[in-house]
Each structure stands twice: as structure tokens, then as C-alpha cells.
């Protein structure tokens, strides 16, 4: 029988001190969102106990509730009938946050609304490396440039796409910034890349009396980012002294002027040099040899799901595919969701708890399709060993990953949906580093799982010889 959803809303706003006592409440992919007037009201106990409730995670001032996928959006929508304050929580948790948190979010916020787009464009390429492979697509045919299409535009006008979603972040109006994301890749630009690699000259300007080199900014993020924070500020600024009725007209000419001005000659070639600087580290590390750089990257990658700021780090996997044309980063994080997948799936095979059980075969179901939160914090970092042994395997998978080298056509899925961007023949390396990862947090949980299931077992076995002994 299904889970009865009104019935876990009920039960969820009964525990948080009822709908009055509720601040803001939203939902993620896999979690309940809550911010509450009286905190003291929230009943964490009882919340964990309720069937479909995978796991309780209190951050930024926000008590998480994890359900899953699917499940809350039917839970949430239950809430909202019951009178529950929907809304306001980013606002509110923000407030709450430390400077590093609240940038951390904020690269989130930009990255997250986008990210189905590449992801898209990454499982298509994969699919047309497949079809080429097999003979059943040609390079010089329709088709194949209609695939191109499909597969070329988001990288192409990605400063478009990121200056959309960071003007409407920032505040600004969504338009301007994705009007000047296009200025700034204009055709009549020198793509930085071939500029570079000396097969395009930059353009020479002066100004002020210093000459200037100018370039595009094609699959450049960080600078696209800065430009949309000025852009929103001024924005709101010229907005505050222009008489409305020529609003219309100055404001979009004041704040895309000088947005493009700014982006190619002020904080542009600035904010370049940093993502550039940061991408080439991590090119560095992932090709340390033996993959050791690889093995302390996916090592840690799900400790940073847990602080958040894995959602800075998309900006690593965009430039991967935008220089390169793959993305060595993708099997390492596939690795690092594979680690906790595994440990978690010990339980659902192994443990005599009934909820547990249950809970963990929910939580391996989503982590094996690239979703670790239920598995993380319903799971494996309650029992503290299990999550530490995903992370062993993971940090293992992901050494094998870079050491041969491994690259995905693309990014935002992993594990078992992850396979579609290795459809070039990669696929059985990307399945070995994914049995790497996953096996051996499996062996290591299940270990520790009888471990601890004989010492219950030795426990309950002298509790009657104890009794018998206290009855003489």
C-alpha cells in the first residue's frame, strides 16, 4: 500500500508545534523546508519516527525534512491544504547564513535553474557519439548537424543562460542580463579559447591611453557573474532617479551599456583570470599521477553535499565540457554518490530494524539514481561508520577514475542515469569505477552491520541467564 501523504503532512505540522507555529516552509528535490517562530516547538524524536521520513537535518536556521523525490511535492502540497506558510524560506534562511554560506547559495541559486539544460545537451552528445560509432549516423548528413544543434547551442551562449539566472538572482530584470550574456559572446568577439591557442588575434583597443586587448567570453562563467551583479545594482539604481515615464527607454540603455563596458574591460579579464585559475587547478590535481588527486577530490565530495558548496564547484564541470569537450569531473562525482549508494543498500539488504530497513531501501533506490541526501542523513551518517566507508570507496573509484583517465560528455547525473554520457565507449570503465565505489563501502557496511547485530544478539542470549540467576 502507498504512503498516505495527507496523513505524513498531518503528522509533520502536529510535530513542528501545528501551522501557526510555521515561518516559511518550501520544498527541494528530496526536502521539506521548514523556519519556525518557536523553534523548542519542533519535535525531532517523533518527526523521525514518521513512516516516509528518511532523515532530520537542522542548517542556516531551516529544519530540513527528508522524503525523497516525488514524495515531497505530494507531502508539501498536503501541507499547504492544512494552512502551511508557503514561501519566504530562502529569504529567511539566507539571513541566517555566514558570508561563505550565503555565497555558497548563491552559486546554487545561478547554477541549479540551469543545470537540466547542459545536463540535456551532455546525455545528447553521448547518444550522438553512439549512433556515430554504430554506423547509423553520419557526419555529413542533416541530421548530424541537427544534433549539433541540439547539443552546441547551450554551451555556445552559456554567458546568456548564466546571466539570466544571475540577474533574476541578483535582483535585476532577467532580460538585461541575458542581453548582455549575448553581447558579450557576439560573433565580432575572438573566442578567448582561440585566442589562446594562436588561432585568432584579440582586438587592440585604446583606452585612456592604454591599449587594451579584447576578447569573448564563450563559455566563461564567473566573469558573465560579475557583470550581472553590477548590472542588477545599477539597475535598481538609475531605476530609483528615472522619471517613469522614461523608464522604458533609459534604464535598459544605461544598465546594458555599461554592463558590456564593464564585462570587457573592467571586471571581465579580472573575474576570467580567477575561473581560469581555479579550472586549472583542478586540471592539476586530476592528473597527479596515480590518481591521487582524483582520490582526495571524490573523497570529499560528498562532505561538501553535506555543507552545501558542491553547487559552486558546477562552474568546474561547465568549463570541463566547454574547453575540452568532456568532463573528467563527472565519473569522480559519480564515484562519490556510488560510495554512499553502497553503504546504504548494506542496510536495506542486511539490517534487522524494520523502519530502517525500509528506509535504507528508499535511500539506496534514490542514491543509486544520484540522489544521496536520504541515503546521508537518513542512514549512513546516523550510524557515522557507514558514511565514512561510502567515502572510502568513493575516494578509491574516483583514484581509478583519474588515473585512466576517464571522462563523461556531460554533467548533472551520475551512477546508474550517469551511463548515457558514456555511451562513446566508456561505458564498462565508468561501470568499474562505480563497482569500485559502491563495492567496497558494501562490504565494509555489511561487516559493520553483523558486527553489531552479534553483540545485540550476545546481549539478548545473556539477559535470561541474568534474570534466572536474580530469580535464585
Known amino acids: 500500500m502507498g504512503l498516505n501523504y495527507a496523513k505524513v503532512a498531518k503528522e509533520i505540522m502536529h510535530n513542528v508545534g501545528g501551522v501557526d507555529n510555521i515561518k516559511a516552509m518550501e520544498h527541494c528535490a528530496t526536502r521539506l523546508r521548514i523556519m519556525l517562530k518557536d523553534e523548542e516547538q519542533f519535535n525531532r524524536e517523533q518527526i523521525e519516527e514518521i513512516d516516509g521520513v528518511k532523515g532530520v537535518l537542522f542548517k542556516a536556521g531551516q529544519f530540513q525534512i527528508i522524503l525523497g523525490t516525488g514524495t515531497v511535492n505530494e507531502v508539501f502540497r498536503e501541507a499547504e491544504k492544512l494552512g502551511g506558510k508557503s514561501g519566504g524560506v530562502k529569504e529567511e534562511a539566507y539571513n541566517n547564513m555566514t558570508p561563505l554560506q550565503k555565497l555558497i547559495r548563491v552559486f546554487g541559486d545561478i547554477f541549479i535553474p540551469i543545470i537540466p539544460v547542459i545536463v540535456a545537451s551532455g ?24 544534433s ?43 573566442s578567448a579559447g582561440a585566442v589562446g591557442k594562436g588561432n585568432l588575434e584579440p582586438i587592440l583597443v ?33 531605476r530609483k532617479i528615472v522619471p517613469d515615464s522614461l523608464d522604458l527607454v533609459i534604464t535598459p540603455f544605461v544598465v546594458m551599456t555599461i554592463g558590456l563596458f564593464i564585462g570587457l574591460f573592467a571586471i571581465g579579464p579580472v573575474a576570467r583570470f580567477i575561473e581560469s585559475s581555479v579550472v586549472d587547478l583542478f586540471q592539476l590535481l586530476f592528473t597527479l599521477p596515480l590518481g591521487l588527486g582524483g582520490m582526495f577530490i571524490g573523497g570529499l565530495q560528498q562532505v561538501l553535499v553535506i555543507t552545501g558548496l558542491h553547487h559552486a564547484l558546477w562552474v568546474i564541470d561547465i568549463n570541463f565540457l566547454q574547453q575540452t569537450g568532456e568532463n573528467i569531473y563527472q565519473p569522480i562525482r559519480s564515484a562519490a554518490v556510488a560510495g554512499q549508494a553502497g553503504a546504504v543498500l548494506a542496510f536495506a539488504l542486511f539490517a534487522k530494524n524494520r523502519k530502517q530497513k525500509a528506509l535504507a531501501y528508499s535511500a539506496a533506490i534514490s542514491a543509486w539514481f544520484g540522489i544521496t541526501e536520504p541515503a546521508i542523513f537518513g542512514v549512513n551518517l546516523v550510524n557515522f561508520w557507514p558514511f565514512i566507508f561510502g567515502l572510502i570507496g568513493s575516494a578509491i573509484g574516483a583514484m581509478y577514475s583519474a588515473a585512466i583517465g576517464l571522462a563523461g560528455s556531460g554533467m548533472g547525473i551520475a551512477v546508474i542515469p550517469g551511463i548515457l554520457l558514456h555511451l562513446d565507449g566508456s561505458m564498462l570503465q565508468y561501470v568499474i569505477v562505480n563497482i569500485i565505489a559502491g563495492g567496497i563501502p558494501f562490504v565494509l557496511t555489511t561487516m559493520f552491520i553483523r558486527k553489531r547485530n552479534l553483540h545485540k544478539d550476545e546481549a539478548a542470549d545473556k539477559k535470561p541467564v541474568l534474570n534466572q540467576a536474580a530469580n535464585q
Not at 552559456?158 to 533574476?168: E, H, N, R, T, Y
Not at 592604454?210 to 539604481?237: D, M, T
Open 123 to 146: 546525455i545528447l552528445m553521448g547518444l550522438r557519439s553512439f549512433f556515430t560509432n554504430l554506423g547509423w549516423l553520419e557526419e555529413d548528413t542533416f541530421w548530424y548537424k541537427f
Open 148 to 190: 549539433q544543434i541540439l547539443t552546441d547551442t547551450p554551451f555556445a551562449f552559456l554567458p546568456a543562460l548564466v546571466g539570466w539566472s544571475a540577474m533574476k538572482r541578483f535582483g535585476g530584470t532577467p532580460i538585461f542580463g541575458f542581453i548582455i550574456g549575448l553581447m558579450l559572446v557576439h560573433p565580432i568577439l575572438p
Open 206 to 238: 585604446s583606452l585612456f591611453g592604454f591599449e587594451s586587448s579584447v576578447v569573448g567570453y564563450q563559455g566563461s562563467v564567473i566573469p558573465v557573474l560579475g557583470v550581472a551583479f553590477i548590472a542588477a545594482y545599477l539597475e535598481k539604481r538609475v
